[in-house]
């Protein structure tokens, strides 16, 4: 055998010994490295990876390096992306549907939010997305968002008159608060810390870990427990890269993504446990509102409003609405 003849077929052997190039998935995520969802993205990328012998191998980008949520949600549609976990308070100009899980106290607590996004209803706001170029796989836990302010606590809506609140960008939000007699400033949220420390604005509205890991506890010593918004957030494939792969790996990605909001929730849990009592050892005085019919019942302008503007959605929030 000559020696050009041995090469050829030692580098033939080689390249049948070596793997084929695994599928290299790149994920959007805006949160630190140590927050629970991004946690749970890691884990998902482990599973993922481990459990298809590196056909899919998805890399987890924190921090929001990728960009801000509204161009990741583009780059994913488009496939720039492959992956993200996004809060479906923004995505309502993209898929109207999801409007509706940010209606004021459309959850009765956190737990109706995972039996409902778990089940046949959460199904459809998939649907929903995937015809947008997204697929949700499972859905993570924000907690419930309420109330914080520099001036006093809330007990009654009447408290929340006159007062300016910090919102995030979406009409049924700023409609929220009006309805409460406040007046909402959508602000991006890296300007709130300042803004509540000079007066711009009396207060803001989110979830313990936020309130915490933002430190707008320091300049917003009131902490009202409203429970009015519980947005779920979801763990999103492009459509293009979930119809890529093959039945038996979206098998595989679909458990891993289970697991992964599984995690995601039991440490969002110990979090907010580890927030609540962080603010309340410096000083935040935290106080549950003792009616929050009175707030739920502000909400119906609010409502139907929404209902005369997407007579189609109605259907969906009656059956949200009568879940348990």
């Avoid at 509205?205 to 957030?233: G, M, W």
Wanted: with cysteine; proline share 5%.
């Amino acid at each position: 055998m000559t020696f050009t003849r041995i090469a050829l077929t030692g580098a033939l052997a080689a390249l049948v010994a070596v793997p084929a190039m695994a599928n290299e998935w790149r994920g959007w995520n805006i949160h630190p490295e140590d927050y629970p969802n991004s946690v749970a993205l890691e884990s998902f990328a482990t599973e993922v990876t481990e459990n298809t012998e590196g056909r899919v191998a998805p890399q987890v980008y924190h921090n929001a390096v990728l960009g801000d949520q509204p161009d990741a949600i583009e780059q994913v549609r488009n496939g720039g992306l492959d992956f993200a976990n996004f809060n479906m308070g923004p995505m309502g100009q993209i898929v109207p549907a999801t409007n509706v899980l940010s209606l004021p106290f459309i959850f009765k607590d956190v737990d109706q939010m995972h039996v409902v996004m778990d089940g046949e209803i959460g199904q459809r706001f998939s649907d929903a997305l995937a015809k947008e170029g997204l697929v949700a796989l499972s859905w993570f836990d924000s907690g419930s968002r309420s109330f914080y302010n520099t001036k006093q606590a809330i007990e009654t809506p009447d408290d929340v008159k006159g007062m300016k609140f910090r919102v995030m960008n979406n009409d049924l939000y700023v409609q929220m608060v009006d309805q409460l007699g406040g007046n909402a400033t959508p602000m991006a949220y890296g300007e709130v810390y300042q803004s509540l420390k000079t007066g711009v604005i009396d207060g803001a509205e989110n979830n313990y870990p936020s309130y915490d890991s933002s430190n707008h506890f320091e300049v917003a010593k009131y902490y009202s427990i409203t429970n009015h918004l519980i947005i779920p957030e979801c763990l999103c494939v492009s459509t293009a890269t979930w119809d890529a792969l093959s039945d038996a790996d979206k098998t595989i990605v679909k458990a891993a993504a289970v697991n992964a909001a599984n995690i995601q929730r039991e440490l969002w849990a110990e979090r907010e446990l580890q927030s609540r009592e962080k603010v309340e050892a410096a000083g935040v005085q935290i106080n549950e509102v003792k009616d929050p019919k009175a707030f739920q019942d502000a909400m119906t302008p609010v409502y139907e409003g929404f209902i005369e503007a997407n007579p189609d959605l109605e259907s969906l929030i009656k059956d949200i609405q009568a879940s348990s």
